[in-house]
Nanobody
């Protein structure tokens, strides 16, 4: 049974940091793309950070570039998102998603079959 489980969300003040994790299990493929999406109330779900299992390549939305860092630990099958200098506009439900093969930018939501349940991030001013 394939599964993605996010953790690490919470409430912080502006300027603070959080680290999200997404643990993957049950997958057989070794070449895959994982993405962090987020969805704020009343807004579309947007891809904000992408990592490729083949190494090296990461992509970021302009809104988080320079503040967020995505990393992928292949040995632990876990995707991370280190979020620094958080802003109130970062408040959203954060989801990880996974698909086989390589990554594209921007990531297309419809291309991802597997999703986590989401973890809430709330940033207060």
């Amino acid at each position: 049974q394939v599964q993605l489980v996010e953790s690490g969300g919470g409430s912080v003040q502006a300027g603070g940091s959080l680290r999200l994790s997404c643990a993957a299990s049950g997958f057989a493929t070794s070449i895959y793309c994982m993405v962090w999406f987020r969805q704020a109330p009343g807004k579309e779900r947007e891809g904000i950070a992408v990592a490729f299992s083949g190494g090296g390549r990461t992509y970021y939305a302009d809104s988080v570039k320079g503040r967020f860092t995505v990393s992928l630990d292949n040995a632990k099958n876990t995707l991370y998102l280190q979020m620094n200098s958080l802003k109130p506009e970062d408040t959203a439900m954060y989801y990880c998603a996974r698909k086989g093969g390589t990554c594209n930018w921007p990531p297309e939501r419809a291309g991802f079959r597997y999703w986590g349940q989401g973890t809430q991030v709330t940033v207060s001013s």
